[in-house]
């Protein structure tokens, strides 16, 4: 599903040139959980940018379900984020001025779906992560983690392939938090790809495959249902 080789990717700040990742390989099998962990600086938020088609590397090789990122198209790179990658951020990223239903919505937007089917698809997303009374709520009169479940509803309206979650519970209350990865968890199980970026241990633990960043670079690759066992 993921294939990374070599990858490369520096930023300019002002006068000097920072390398946030140097030179990382990684694969990703469909229906994989892995969970991407490391310090501040360490590079996690870039590849998960780049794995999810919102940044180019500037060199190495990157292919998402046998497609070579680099080669796709702005419309092309679009339509796979659309159709193949729910994206999870830490700061939920929700219209302010839309409810839950509309936020949940917007992704069916895009894809040209009319309203009544757009309608019907967002509000069985909602039920699915436990908000079917809180629809038409906005987000400013939700729960820290009633927003994130929007989110997640959000994510996953477009029935994508991959999950993509940066520091997903790392604003929610632990008992919220894990209801979160325990519905990740679920999804993982029903054979959807899920990527999770986190500092927290014991959230990386959760994951199948727990890849170390360090300076930019894989330090390591863990088994971490073998650990478990």
């Known amino acids: 599903m993921i294939e990374l080789t070599d990858i490369y990717k520096q930023y300019r700040m002002g006068p000097n040139t920072v ?3 140097g030179g990382v390989s990684l694969e990703v099998p469909t229906g994989a ?7 501040s600086g360490s590079g ?26 680099a080669e796709l198209s702005d419309n092309r790179r679009s339509e796979v984020r659309n159709r193949h990658i729910g994206f999870v951020f830490q ?27 757009r309608r019907e698809v967002a509000t069985q997303m909602l039920e699915r992560v436990g908000l ?10 939700l729960s820290g983690g009633q927003r994130q479940r929007v989110a997640i509803a959000r994510a996953l309206v477009g029935t994508p392939s991959i999950l993509l979650a940066d520091e997903p519970t790392g604003a929610l209350d ?8 325990a519905l990740f968890e ?18 990386a633990a959760r994951a199948e495959t727990v890849v170390r960043l360090l300076d930019g670079g894989v330090s390591a690759i863990e088994n971490a249902k073998e650990q478990r066992s």
């Open 174 to 181: 632990t008992t919220t938090g894990e209801e979160i990865l």
């Open 44 to 69: 996690k938020s870039t590849l998960m940018n780049i794995i999810g088609c919102l940044d180019t590397p500037d060199s190495g090789s990157y292919r998402l379900a046998g497609e070579e990122a």
């Open 19 to 21: 390398t946030a990742l």
């Open 132 to 141: 079917a009374e809180r629809m038409h709520h906005l987000p400013s009169e």
């Open 91 to 117: 700061a939920f990223n929700l219209l302010t001025r839309a409810n839950a239903l509309e936020n949940v919505e917007l992704p069916l937007i895009y894809r040209g779906i009319g309203a009544r089917r």
């Open 186 to 203: 679920e999804l993982n199980a029903e054979g959807m790809t899920v990527l999770l970026v986190t500092h927290e241990p014991e959230l």
């Open 33 to 39: 959980f892995a969970a991407i962990v490391g310090p």
